[in-house]
């Protein structure tokens, strides 16, 4: 899971998810044309594709002094295979039992009330100084 984390991390970035869109529009594209379809320099392309290869998430192949990306599907399915398991082991009766829900409404209540505990306190504060002048 550790290596997961690594690719989530690494498509949280838009133009790492607009790299992968190109590519898999594409059987194998070069970096050239990968510039075609983003609009950032050679030098974040090649920081981008080394960052997608290293978690083998992209293939290189070198062909001569050119490099063509293509994505790595087993790579990916491994990816969503994971994810899937997770969802497997957990049961929905079993994670209520174990977690207790917050809704939203009980949030914002919380921090209501939080923020209405503060105010009285700053009052009853100001009056013990104007009541000691």
């Not at 960052?51 to 992209?58: A, E, P, R, S, T």
């Not at 062909?63 to 969802?87: A, H, M, P, Q």
Request: proline fraction near 2%; charged fraction near 35%; hydrophobic fraction near 30%.
């Amino acid at each position: 899971m550790e290596t997961n984390s690594a690719i989530f991390a690494a498509l949280g970035d838009a133009t790492r998810i607009q790299i992968l869109s190109s590519l898999s529009a594409s059987r194998h594209l070069r970096a050239k044309d990968v510039l075609g379809h983003v609009s950032i320099t050679q030098p974040t392309l090649s920081h981008h594709m080394n960052m997608l290869v290293k978690l083998n998430i992209v293939n290189v192949d070198k062909i001569g002094r050119e490099c063509f990306y293509s994505i790595n599907n087993d790579s990916v399915k491994k990816v969503i295979s994971d994810l899937e398991v997770l969802i497997d082991d957990h049961p929905k009766d079993k994670a209520t039992q174990e977690v207790s829900v917050i809704s939203s409404d009980d949030v914002k209540k919380k921090k209501n009330k939080s923020k209405t505990e503060k105010t009285g306190k700053d009052k009853k504060q100001k009056k013990k100084k104007k009541d000691k002048k």
